[in-house]
């Protein structure tokens, strides 16, 4: 990590961003609820004290996060921004196409483990940096002042990031935020139910085909789903499609690190990688290695390679080797 920037005290972010700026809100690529939610609170609570700002990603959010960014373009723009700041971004290969804005950004907020602090940063490795962006708004004593949407933001990107709250990264504390944030009667079922039980035919589609194409190492330790550019276009699927295979594949009995390979459609040589952790494997220090981060159990990367094949022997290797060393611990 760089000690390049210095980590900010939740008072001295509260003092910045108390301050009048156009704000440029920036999330990571494949946006989840966590990011969004994360992004669009913060814009409500800008909007509080005076501050106009856009939220911009390099991809195109699923519809069923409308709810979030209220259908709002995501495309990022020129204009005369006066602060850019990042949310639940580790590194500035997280802004995917928009990383050449990582030097410009003011103000980085984020909750994970393995962040490159690559600006000035506020960082509380909550299970969500949603929590963050809450106790940002209670620090500024503006949770009053605020609309019903910043609740539901910020209920979507923790329930989002906890599984529905099920995930080892819930802690009492988690709980008694999400307590009162439920406090403002937003209705948190049906969020719920949109994350996590609502799918398109073409989801189900890709769910069916994500266990067709998963091959097991390791004797069967690791599961890992390599979705070409080819393969995509062949089903008629996209990563939208397939943004929760790698959950159907850590939910094998005996798994015990779970992967996806994504193809780019953009660039054949680039690849995405997700991976999910069931134990005390540290697949954020795998991920660090290409690249990457996140967290202990759930983190990515974006790597290059000439082929499928390099792609997916390079990252057999990584986290064999680390699914082994656990076996040996």
């Known amino acids: 990590m760089s000690n390049q920037f210095k980590g900010l005290s939740l008072s001295s972010l509260a003092k910045l961003v108390r301050k009048k700026k156009n704000t440029l809100i920036l999330c990571h690529q494949n946006p989840d609820p966590d990011t969004l939610g994360s992004a669009f609170a913060l814009k409500e609570l800008l909007y ?162 994500t266990y067709e194409i998963m091959k097991l190492y390791c004797d069967n330790a690791l599961s890992v789903a390599m979705f070409t550019k080819d393969f995509k276009k062949e089903n008629g699927i996209n990563d939208e499609d397939i943004s929760d295979a790698v959950n159907h594949v850590r939910g094998i009995e005996g798994v015990l690190v779970a992967i996806t390979i994504k193809q780019s459609f953009d660039d054949e040589r680039k690849f995405f990688i997700s991976s999910r952790s069931n134990v005390e494997i540290d697949v954020s220090s795998v991920c660090a290695s290409i690249g990457g981060g ?22 057999v290797d990584l986290f064999s080797k680390a699914v082994e060393e656990f076996k040996k611990s």
């Open 48 to 209: 509080v004290f005076g501050s106009l700002s856009r939220v911009a990603c390099c991809d195109v959010p699923s519809k069923k996060f409308n709810f979030i960014t209220l259908g709002e373009d995501l495309s990022y723009h020129t204009l005369n921004y006066e602060r850019i700041i990042a949310v639940d971004v580790a590194s500035p290969s997280q802004l995917g196409k928009l990383d050449f804005l990582a030097k410009s950004v003011d103000i980085t907020i984020d909750h994970h483990e393995m962040n490159t602090r690559f600006s000035p940063y506020y960082e509380d490795f909550r299970a969500s940096n949603c929590e963050n962006i809450y106790l940002l708004a209670k620090k500024m004593k503006a949770l009053k002042k605020l609309p019903k949407h910043f609740f539901e933001c910020v209920y979507a990107g923790m329930s989002s990031d906890t599984g529905g709250f099920k995930y080892s990264n819930v802690k009492p504390e988690t709980m008694s935020v999400a307590c009162e944030v439920l406090k403002s009667e937003i209705d948190h079922a049906e969020i719920n139910r949109i994350m996590f039980d609502s799918k398109t035919i073409e989801e189900i589609k890709a769910q069916r085909l």
């Open 294 to 315: 996140g967290h202990k159990r759930a983190a990515g990367a974006s790597i290059f390679c000439e082929s499928p094949e390099e792609a997916l022997e390079l990252v």
